[in-house]
Protein backbone atom coordinates (compact mmCIF):
# COMPACT_ATOMS: atom_id res chain seq x y z
CA UNK A 1 0.00 0.00 0.00
CA UNK A 2 1.70 3.46 -0.98
CA UNK A 3 0.88 6.54 -0.15
CA UNK A 4 -1.27 8.21 -2.95
CA UNK A 5 -0.86 12.05 -4.61
CA UNK A 6 -3.14 14.02 -2.74
CA UNK A 7 -2.60 12.33 0.57
CA UNK A 8 -0.14 14.83 2.35
CA UNK A 9 0.35 18.20 1.53
CA UNK A 10 2.70 19.85 -1.50
CA UNK A 11 5.40 20.94 1.00
CA UNK A 12 5.43 17.69 2.96
CA UNK A 13 5.51 15.92 -0.62
CA UNK A 14 8.43 18.28 -1.61
CA UNK A 15 10.31 17.86 1.89
CA UNK A 16 10.19 14.06 1.69
CA UNK A 17 11.41 14.50 -2.18
CA UNK A 18 14.26 16.49 -1.58
CA UNK A 19 15.21 14.18 1.56
CA UNK A 20 15.06 11.13 -1.07
CA UNK A 21 16.87 12.89 -3.78
CA UNK A 22 19.36 12.89 -1.03
CA UNK A 23 19.38 9.89 0.53
CA UNK A 24 19.49 8.53 -3.22
CA UNK A 25 22.49 10.32 -4.34
CA UNK A 26 25.07 9.05 -1.75
CA UNK A 27 23.34 5.64 -2.32
CA UNK A 28 24.52 5.66 -5.39
CA UNK A 29 27.91 6.60 -4.71
CA UNK A 30 28.19 4.26 -1.32
CA UNK A 31 26.53 1.10 -3.72
CA UNK A 32 29.15 1.61 -6.29
CA UNK A 33 31.82 1.80 -3.84
CA UNK A 34 30.49 -1.79 -2.46
CA UNK A 35 29.84 -3.55 -6.01
CA UNK A 36 32.04 -1.15 -8.58
CA UNK A 37 30.38 -1.89 -12.21
CA UNK A 38 28.18 -4.69 -11.32
CA UNK A 39 26.41 -2.28 -9.77
CA UNK A 40 23.47 -1.76 -12.12
CA UNK A 41 22.90 -5.31 -13.28
CA UNK A 42 23.14 -6.97 -9.69
CA UNK A 43 20.83 -3.94 -8.11
CA UNK A 44 18.86 -4.40 -11.23
CA UNK A 45 18.43 -7.95 -10.51
CA UNK A 46 17.42 -7.73 -6.54
CA UNK A 47 14.90 -5.20 -7.27
CA UNK A 48 13.25 -7.85 -9.91
CA UNK A 49 13.75 -9.87 -7.08
CA UNK A 50 12.13 -7.31 -4.79
CA UNK A 51 9.15 -6.77 -6.66
CA UNK A 52 8.14 -10.57 -7.77
CA UNK A 53 8.61 -11.48 -4.28
CA UNK A 54 6.14 -8.68 -2.99
CA UNK A 55 3.44 -10.55 -5.76
CA UNK A 56 4.21 -14.17 -3.85
CA UNK A 57 0.93 -14.55 -1.73
CA UNK A 58 1.92 -16.04 1.82
CA UNK A 59 -1.61 -17.70 3.31
CA UNK A 60 -2.36 -16.77 6.54
CA UNK A 61 -5.78 -18.12 7.20
CA UNK A 62 -9.70 -17.71 6.06
CA UNK A 63 -8.99 -17.24 2.54
CA UNK A 64 -6.89 -13.91 2.98
CA UNK A 65 -3.25 -13.71 2.40
CA UNK A 66 -0.22 -11.22 2.68
CA UNK A 67 2.83 -10.64 1.23
CA UNK A 68 6.54 -9.46 1.66
CA UNK A 69 7.54 -6.10 1.91
CA UNK A 70 10.89 -6.54 1.23
CA UNK A 71 12.92 -3.54 2.79
CA UNK A 72 14.27 -6.04 5.39
CA UNK A 73 14.96 -8.91 2.79
CA UNK A 74 16.96 -6.70 0.29
CA UNK A 75 19.05 -4.46 3.43
CA UNK A 76 19.68 -8.25 4.75
CA UNK A 77 20.93 -9.36 1.23
CA UNK A 78 22.67 -6.83 -0.54
CA UNK A 79 23.65 -4.23 2.00
CA UNK A 80 21.69 -0.62 2.70
CA UNK A 81 22.92 1.06 0.23
CA UNK A 82 22.36 -1.19 -2.28
CA UNK A 83 18.59 -2.07 -0.77
CA UNK A 84 18.30 1.80 -1.21
CA UNK A 85 18.40 1.80 -4.59
CA UNK A 86 16.43 -1.21 -5.42
CA UNK A 87 13.01 -0.37 -3.45
CA UNK A 88 13.38 3.62 -4.80
CA UNK A 89 13.76 1.47 -8.60
CA UNK A 90 10.64 -0.48 -7.62
CA UNK A 91 8.73 2.44 -6.34
CA UNK A 92 9.07 4.36 -9.45
CA UNK A 93 8.09 1.57 -11.52
CA UNK A 94 5.06 1.04 -9.69
CA UNK A 95 4.69 4.50 -9.81
CA UNK A 96 4.66 5.15 -13.53
CA UNK A 97 3.72 1.43 -14.40
CA UNK A 98 0.79 0.56 -12.50
CA UNK A 99 -0.23 3.85 -11.10
CA UNK A 100 0.28 2.67 -7.30
CA UNK A 101 1.97 5.69 -5.40
CA UNK A 102 1.65 9.01 -6.11
CA UNK A 103 4.17 10.85 -8.45
CA UNK A 104 4.64 13.80 -6.04
CA UNK A 105 4.09 11.20 -3.08
CA UNK A 106 7.42 8.92 -4.48
CA UNK A 107 9.51 11.08 -2.17
CA UNK A 108 7.23 10.04 0.47
CA UNK A 109 7.05 6.65 -0.25
CA UNK A 110 10.60 6.03 -0.89
CA UNK A 111 11.37 7.97 3.00
CA UNK A 112 9.34 5.68 4.66
CA UNK A 113 9.97 2.14 2.71
CA UNK A 114 13.38 2.95 0.74
CA UNK A 115 15.20 5.13 4.07
CA UNK A 116 13.08 4.17 7.13
CA UNK A 117 12.27 0.71 6.25
CA UNK A 118 15.40 -0.63 4.89
CA UNK A 119 17.79 1.44 7.48
CA UNK A 120 15.98 0.74 10.71
CA UNK A 121 15.62 -2.59 9.26
CA UNK A 122 19.50 -2.51 9.13
CA UNK A 123 20.38 -1.11 12.51
CA UNK A 124 18.30 -3.66 14.36
CA UNK A 125 20.04 -6.51 12.23
CA UNK A 126 23.53 -5.27 13.03
CA UNK A 127 22.48 -4.91 16.26
CA UNK A 128 21.08 -8.22 16.93
CA UNK A 129 24.34 -9.82 15.25
CA UNK A 130 26.01 -7.84 17.78
CA UNK A 131 24.42 -9.20 20.60
CA UNK A 132 23.66 -13.02 19.46
CA UNK A 133 26.54 -15.22 19.10
CA UNK A 134 28.56 -15.56 15.70
CA UNK A 135 27.54 -17.71 14.05
CA UNK A 136 25.61 -18.30 10.92
CA UNK A 137 22.41 -19.38 12.80
CA UNK A 138 21.96 -16.41 14.29
CA UNK A 139 21.73 -14.20 10.80
CA UNK A 140 18.18 -15.35 10.22
CA UNK A 141 16.75 -14.62 13.50
CA UNK A 142 18.73 -11.12 13.22
CA UNK A 143 17.21 -10.79 9.99
CA UNK A 144 13.68 -11.71 11.40
CA UNK A 145 14.23 -8.60 14.62
CA UNK A 146 14.85 -6.04 11.63
CA UNK A 147 12.03 -7.04 9.47
CA UNK A 148 9.83 -7.22 12.76
CA UNK A 149 10.85 -3.30 13.76
CA UNK A 150 10.88 -1.78 10.50
CA UNK A 151 7.41 -2.44 9.34
CA UNK A 152 6.06 -0.29 12.35
CA UNK A 153 9.00 2.20 12.21
CA UNK A 154 7.86 2.95 8.82
CA UNK A 155 3.96 2.67 10.02
CA UNK A 156 4.83 5.80 12.48
CA UNK A 157 7.28 7.51 10.48
CA UNK A 158 4.24 7.74 7.91
CA UNK A 159 2.04 9.43 11.20
CA UNK A 160 4.72 11.53 11.89
CA UNK A 161 4.64 12.89 8.28
CA UNK A 162 0.69 12.86 8.57
CA UNK A 163 1.26 15.04 11.93
CA UNK A 164 2.98 17.64 9.85
CA UNK A 165 1.23 17.59 6.18
CA UNK A 166 -2.31 15.48 6.55
CA UNK A 167 -4.92 16.73 5.23
CA UNK A 168 -7.44 15.80 7.91
CA UNK A 169 -7.69 16.69 11.77
CA UNK A 170 -7.79 12.87 12.76
CA UNK A 171 -6.93 12.18 16.91
CA UNK A 172 -2.86 11.50 16.23
CA UNK A 173 -2.60 9.44 18.93
CA UNK A 174 -5.42 6.98 18.13
CA UNK A 175 -3.83 7.12 14.04
CA UNK A 176 -0.42 6.19 15.83
CA UNK A 177 -1.85 3.54 18.13
CA UNK A 178 -3.98 2.32 15.21
CA UNK A 179 -1.37 2.43 12.41
CA UNK A 180 1.49 0.79 15.13
CA UNK A 181 -1.13 -2.53 15.96
CA UNK A 182 -1.81 -2.98 12.66
CA UNK A 183 1.97 -2.92 11.48
CA UNK A 184 3.23 -4.96 14.51
CA UNK A 185 0.95 -7.85 13.23
CA UNK A 186 2.21 -7.16 9.66
CA UNK A 187 5.87 -7.33 10.64
CA UNK A 188 5.34 -10.55 12.61
CA UNK A 189 4.67 -11.81 9.41
CA UNK A 190 7.61 -9.58 7.75
CA UNK A 191 9.42 -10.72 10.09
CA UNK A 192 8.61 -14.61 9.69
CA UNK A 193 9.26 -14.57 5.72
CA UNK A 194 12.73 -12.65 5.74
CA UNK A 195 13.80 -15.26 8.96
CA UNK A 196 12.67 -18.06 6.59
CA UNK A 197 14.08 -16.44 3.04
CA UNK A 198 17.53 -15.76 5.30
CA UNK A 199 17.53 -18.93 6.51
CA UNK A 200 17.59 -20.81 3.67
CA UNK A 201 20.34 -18.71 2.03
CA UNK A 202 22.21 -18.80 4.78
CA UNK A 203 22.47 -22.65 4.44
CA UNK A 204 22.86 -22.49 1.02
CA UNK A 205 24.94 -19.90 0.00
CA UNK A 206 25.90 -17.76 2.81
CA UNK A 207 28.32 -16.15 0.21
CA UNK A 208 25.55 -14.45 -1.36
CA UNK A 209 24.03 -12.89 2.12
CA UNK A 210 25.52 -9.32 2.46
CA UNK A 211 25.17 -9.36 6.18
CA UNK A 212 26.62 -12.44 6.80
CA UNK A 213 29.82 -12.31 4.99
CA UNK A 214 31.69 -11.56 7.70
CA UNK A 215 30.98 -15.02 8.92
CA UNK A 216 31.58 -16.84 5.47
CA UNK A 217 35.32 -17.82 5.10
CA UNK A 218 36.65 -17.78 1.52
CA UNK A 219 36.09 -20.94 -0.33
CA UNK A 220 40.12 -21.12 -1.47
CA UNK A 221 41.16 -23.48 -5.09
CA UNK A 222 42.34 -26.68 -3.16
CA UNK A 223 44.39 -29.06 -5.23
CA UNK A 224 44.93 -32.02 -3.52
CA UNK A 225 47.06 -34.22 -4.38
CA UNK A 226 46.11 -37.36 -6.62
CA UNK A 227 47.15 -40.78 -4.41
CA UNK A 228 48.72 -42.70 -6.42
CA UNK A 229 47.78 -45.82 -6.05
CA UNK B 1 2.02 -13.52 -12.83
CA UNK B 2 4.83 -12.89 -15.24
CA UNK B 3 2.77 -13.31 -17.51
CA UNK B 4 -0.53 -11.73 -16.67
CA UNK B 5 1.39 -8.67 -15.04
CA UNK B 6 4.20 -7.32 -17.08
CA UNK B 7 3.05 -7.73 -20.24
CA UNK B 8 -0.42 -5.91 -21.21
CA UNK B 9 0.86 -3.03 -19.08
CA UNK B 10 0.92 -1.14 -22.14
CA UNK B 11 -2.18 -1.29 -25.23
CA UNK B 12 -0.91 -0.22 -28.64
CA UNK B 13 -2.26 2.12 -30.75
CA UNK B 14 -1.74 5.43 -32.46
CA UNK B 15 -3.50 7.67 -30.71
CA UNK B 16 -1.70 11.46 -29.84
CA UNK B 17 -0.85 9.90 -26.22
CA UNK B 18 0.87 7.10 -27.68
CA UNK B 19 2.40 9.93 -30.18
CA UNK B 20 3.77 12.07 -28.05
CA UNK B 21 7.43 11.19 -26.63
CA UNK B 22 7.58 9.82 -22.95
CA UNK B 23 9.88 12.22 -21.62
CA UNK B 24 7.39 15.07 -22.02
CA UNK B 25 4.85 12.66 -21.19
CA UNK B 26 6.35 12.57 -17.97
CA UNK B 27 6.84 15.90 -17.16
CA UNK B 28 2.69 16.34 -18.25
CA UNK B 29 1.95 13.86 -15.83
CA UNK B 30 4.10 15.40 -13.05
CA UNK B 31 2.76 18.99 -13.39
CA UNK B 32 -0.69 17.92 -13.44
CA UNK B 33 -0.62 15.96 -10.64
CA UNK B 34 1.69 18.31 -8.44
CA UNK B 35 -1.21 21.03 -9.78
CA UNK B 36 -3.85 18.78 -8.31
CA UNK B 37 -1.78 18.18 -4.91
CA UNK B 38 -1.53 21.89 -4.65
CA UNK B 39 -4.89 22.62 -5.24
CA UNK B 40 -6.75 24.49 -2.19
CA UNK B 41 -9.84 23.25 -0.29
CA UNK B 42 -12.46 23.31 -1.18
CA UNK B 43 -11.41 23.27 -4.97
CA UNK B 44 -14.27 22.16 -6.01
CA UNK B 45 -14.21 23.48 -9.71
CA UNK B 46 -10.68 23.02 -9.93
CA UNK B 47 -10.57 19.66 -8.63
CA UNK B 48 -13.96 18.78 -10.69
CA UNK B 49 -12.19 20.17 -13.72
CA UNK B 50 -9.13 17.53 -13.02
CA UNK B 51 -11.59 14.72 -12.42
CA UNK B 52 -13.08 15.65 -15.93
CA UNK B 53 -9.25 15.81 -17.34
CA UNK B 54 -8.54 12.81 -16.32
CA UNK B 55 -10.98 10.47 -17.80
CA UNK B 56 -11.15 12.28 -20.99
CA UNK B 57 -7.19 11.42 -21.11
CA UNK B 58 -8.08 7.94 -20.11
CA UNK B 59 -11.14 7.71 -22.68
CA UNK B 60 -8.64 9.03 -25.15
CA UNK B 61 -5.92 6.67 -24.70
CA UNK B 62 -8.14 4.56 -26.06
CA UNK B 63 -8.14 1.31 -23.69
CA UNK B 64 -10.57 -1.09 -23.30
CA UNK B 65 -12.69 -0.33 -20.17
CA UNK B 66 -12.18 -3.47 -18.08
CA UNK B 67 -7.94 -3.06 -18.49
CA UNK B 68 -8.64 0.47 -17.13
CA UNK B 69 -10.91 -0.77 -14.46
CA UNK B 70 -8.79 -3.28 -13.40
CA UNK B 71 -5.35 -1.24 -13.04
CA UNK B 72 -7.85 1.60 -11.08
CA UNK B 73 -8.47 -1.33 -8.38
CA UNK B 74 -4.53 0.11 -6.52
CA UNK B 75 -6.88 3.13 -5.21
CA UNK B 76 -9.02 0.69 -3.28
CA UNK B 77 -7.50 0.73 0.03
CA UNK B 78 -7.34 4.72 0.45
CA UNK B 79 -11.13 5.07 -0.86
CA UNK B 80 -11.88 3.04 1.99
CA UNK B 81 -9.95 5.02 3.92
CA UNK B 82 -11.88 8.26 2.57
CA UNK B 83 -15.14 6.53 3.57
CA UNK B 84 -13.66 6.32 7.21
CA UNK B 85 -12.45 9.78 7.25
CA UNK B 86 -15.38 11.71 8.18
CA UNK B 87 -15.86 9.46 11.53
CA UNK B 88 -12.72 9.50 12.90
CA UNK B 89 -11.77 12.91 12.30
CA UNK B 90 -12.17 15.93 15.16
CA UNK B 91 -13.52 19.24 14.82
CA UNK B 92 -17.46 20.46 13.84
CA UNK B 93 -19.90 18.10 13.41
CA UNK B 94 -22.36 18.10 10.41
CA UNK B 95 -25.39 15.76 9.58
CA UNK B 96 -25.77 13.67 6.33
CA UNK B 97 -29.24 12.26 6.97
CA UNK B 98 -29.58 10.31 10.26
CA UNK B 99 -25.52 10.25 10.74
CA UNK B 100 -23.00 13.12 12.32
CA UNK B 101 -19.87 13.14 10.81
CA UNK B 102 -16.90 15.49 11.29
CA UNK B 103 -17.44 18.50 8.91
CA UNK B 104 -13.30 18.55 8.57
CA UNK B 105 -13.02 14.83 7.67
CA UNK B 106 -15.51 15.23 5.25
CA UNK B 107 -13.82 17.67 3.31
CA UNK B 108 -10.70 15.83 3.78
CA UNK B 109 -12.40 13.12 2.12
CA UNK B 110 -13.90 14.60 -0.89
CA UNK B 111 -9.98 16.09 -1.15
CA UNK B 112 -8.24 13.07 -0.89
CA UNK B 113 -10.81 11.15 -3.09
CA UNK B 114 -10.49 14.00 -5.96
CA UNK B 115 -6.92 14.41 -5.89
CA UNK B 116 -6.14 10.86 -5.68
CA UNK B 117 -8.14 9.50 -8.62
CA UNK B 118 -7.08 12.14 -11.17
CA UNK B 119 -3.54 11.75 -10.24
CA UNK B 120 -4.58 8.03 -10.67
CA UNK B 121 -6.54 8.16 -14.06
CA UNK B 122 -4.05 10.64 -15.54
CA UNK B 123 -1.11 7.62 -14.81
CA UNK B 124 -3.28 5.12 -16.02
CA UNK B 125 -3.61 7.02 -19.09
CA UNK B 126 -0.04 7.36 -19.35
CA UNK B 127 0.77 3.83 -18.57
CA UNK B 128 -1.36 1.62 -20.98
CA UNK B 129 0.13 4.32 -23.64
CA UNK B 130 4.19 4.47 -23.13
CA UNK B 131 6.09 0.87 -23.41
CA UNK B 132 8.76 0.47 -20.46
CA UNK B 133 11.00 0.69 -22.38
CA UNK B 134 10.39 4.70 -23.58
CA UNK B 135 9.83 5.21 -19.84
CA UNK B 136 13.52 4.35 -19.49
CA UNK B 137 14.87 6.21 -22.41
CA UNK B 138 11.84 9.12 -21.08
CA UNK B 139 13.48 9.00 -17.69
CA UNK B 140 17.28 9.08 -18.96
CA UNK B 141 15.95 12.14 -20.71
CA UNK B 142 14.70 13.70 -17.90
CA UNK B 143 18.79 12.96 -16.40
CA UNK B 144 17.39 10.39 -13.69
CA UNK B 145 21.34 9.28 -13.08
CA UNK B 146 22.69 7.09 -15.21
CA UNK B 147 23.22 4.13 -12.79
CA UNK B 148 19.47 4.57 -12.02
CA UNK B 149 18.56 4.23 -15.38
CA UNK B 150 20.72 1.21 -15.92
CA UNK B 151 19.24 -0.45 -12.58
CA UNK B 152 15.34 0.51 -13.56
CA UNK B 153 16.22 -0.72 -17.14
CA UNK B 154 17.93 -3.76 -15.77
CA UNK B 155 14.61 -4.42 -13.83
CA UNK B 156 12.12 -3.92 -16.45
CA UNK B 157 13.84 -6.28 -18.96
CA UNK B 158 14.33 -9.37 -16.25
CA UNK B 159 10.77 -9.14 -15.12
CA UNK B 160 8.97 -11.52 -16.84
CA UNK B 161 11.97 -13.70 -17.22
CA UNK B 162 12.39 -14.04 -13.29
CA UNK B 163 8.35 -13.93 -13.08
CA UNK B 164 8.09 -16.75 -15.29
CA UNK B 165 10.82 -18.71 -13.60
CA UNK B 166 8.84 -17.74 -10.59
CA UNK B 167 5.35 -19.28 -12.36
CA UNK B 168 7.62 -22.78 -12.95
CA UNK B 169 8.28 -23.14 -9.70
CA UNK B 170 5.09 -22.47 -8.74
CA UNK B 171 3.84 -25.45 -11.63
CA UNK B 172 6.45 -27.30 -9.60
CA UNK B 173 5.40 -27.42 -6.70
CA UNK B 174 1.81 -27.41 -7.40
CA UNK B 175 3.00 -30.85 -9.39
CA UNK B 176 3.75 -32.34 -6.30
CA UNK B 177 1.08 -31.85 -4.17
CA UNK B 178 1.98 -28.88 -2.58
CA UNK B 179 -1.29 -26.64 -1.57
CA UNK B 180 -0.99 -23.21 -0.40
CA UNK B 181 -3.42 -22.93 2.68
CA UNK B 182 -1.85 -22.15 5.75
CA UNK B 183 1.11 -20.60 7.70
CA UNK B 184 2.46 -24.35 7.90
CA UNK B 185 3.28 -23.27 3.90
CA UNK B 186 5.05 -20.60 4.87
CA UNK B 187 8.65 -22.62 4.78
CA UNK B 188 8.22 -24.02 1.24
CA UNK B 189 7.40 -20.25 0.05
CA UNK B 190 9.92 -19.06 1.74
CA UNK B 191 12.81 -21.67 0.45
CA UNK B 192 10.98 -20.83 -3.32
CA UNK B 193 11.96 -17.51 -2.35
CA UNK B 194 15.47 -17.49 -0.95
CA UNK B 195 16.17 -19.68 -4.55
CA UNK B 196 14.83 -17.23 -6.67
CA UNK B 197 17.06 -15.24 -5.16
CA UNK B 198 19.93 -17.13 -6.04
CA UNK B 199 18.78 -17.65 -9.29
CA UNK B 200 18.57 -13.61 -9.59
CA UNK B 201 21.91 -12.58 -8.18
CA UNK B 202 23.49 -15.44 -10.18
CA UNK B 203 21.71 -14.40 -13.65
CA UNK B 204 22.86 -10.64 -12.66
CA UNK B 205 26.85 -11.87 -12.26
CA UNK B 206 26.47 -13.19 -16.22
CA UNK B 207 24.28 -10.62 -17.45
CA UNK B 208 27.24 -8.89 -16.35
CA UNK B 209 30.01 -10.28 -17.77
CA UNK B 210 28.20 -10.53 -21.00
CA UNK B 211 27.78 -6.81 -21.20
CA UNK B 212 31.55 -6.06 -20.41
CA UNK B 213 32.51 -8.95 -22.99
CA UNK B 214 30.23 -6.38 -25.76
CA UNK B 215 31.86 -3.54 -24.20
CA UNK B 216 29.80 -1.83 -21.49
CA UNK B 217 31.13 1.07 -20.06
CA UNK B 218 28.79 2.04 -17.45
CA UNK B 219 25.78 3.81 -19.02
CA UNK B 220 23.51 3.20 -21.79
CA UNK B 221 23.59 4.98 -25.11
CA UNK B 222 21.40 7.29 -25.90
CA UNK B 223 19.10 6.01 -28.76
CA UNK B 224 16.71 9.53 -29.14
CA UNK B 225 18.00 12.97 -28.94
CA UNK B 226 15.65 14.38 -31.29
CA UNK B 227 14.72 17.76 -29.82
CA UNK B 228 10.89 18.22 -29.28
CA UNK B 229 8.92 20.49 -30.81
CA UNK B 230 6.79 23.78 -28.64
CA UNK B 231 3.53 22.89 -29.11
CA UNK B 232 4.53 18.91 -28.25
CA UNK B 233 5.31 20.61 -25.13
CA UNK B 234 2.12 22.99 -25.24
CA UNK B 235 0.16 19.82 -25.31
CA UNK B 236 1.22 17.94 -22.22
CA UNK B 237 1.65 21.02 -20.07
CA UNK B 238 -2.34 21.51 -20.79
CA UNK B 239 -4.24 19.38 -18.33
CA UNK B 240 -1.87 21.17 -15.66
CA UNK B 241 -2.36 24.38 -17.09
CA UNK B 242 -5.91 24.26 -17.24
CA UNK B 243 -6.21 22.97 -13.40
CA UNK B 244 -4.76 26.15 -12.47
CA UNK B 245 -6.37 28.40 -14.43
CA UNK B 246 -9.23 27.52 -13.36
CA UNK B 247 -8.02 27.79 -9.81
CA UNK B 248 -6.37 30.70 -10.36
CA UNK B 249 -9.79 32.80 -12.09
CA UNK B 250 -11.91 31.19 -9.10
CA UNK B 251 -9.37 32.81 -6.92
CA UNK B 252 -9.46 36.21 -8.49
CA UNK B 253 -12.96 36.42 -8.94
CA UNK B 254 -14.40 38.74 -6.86
Known amino acids: MHVPDGFLDAQTSIGTGVLAAGVVAVSLRKARGELDDRTAPLAGLVAVFIFAGQMLNFPVGAGTSGHLLGGALAAVLAGPWVATLCLTVVLIVQALLFADGGLTALGTNVTLMGIVGVWVAWGIFRLGRLLLPKRLSSVPLAAALGGFVSVPAAALAFVGLYAVGGAAPIPLGSLAATMGAWHVVIGLGEALITALVVGSLVSTRPDLVAGARDLVEADELEIRAVVAA | MGGGHA ?230 LTPAALVLCVAAFLAVRP
Open chain 2, 7 to 236: HHLQIAGDTLLHRLPAHAKIVGLVTFALAVVATPAPGWVPLGTALVIGVALVVRSGAPGRHIGRRLLVEVPFLIFAVVLPFVATGERTSIGPVTVSAPGLMASWLLVAKATSAVLAATAFSVTTTSRDIVAGLQRLRLPATLVAILSFMLRYLSVVGDEMTRMRIARESRGFRSRSVRSWGVLGRSLGSMFIRSFERGDRVHVAMLSRGWTGRLPVLDETPVAGRTWLQV
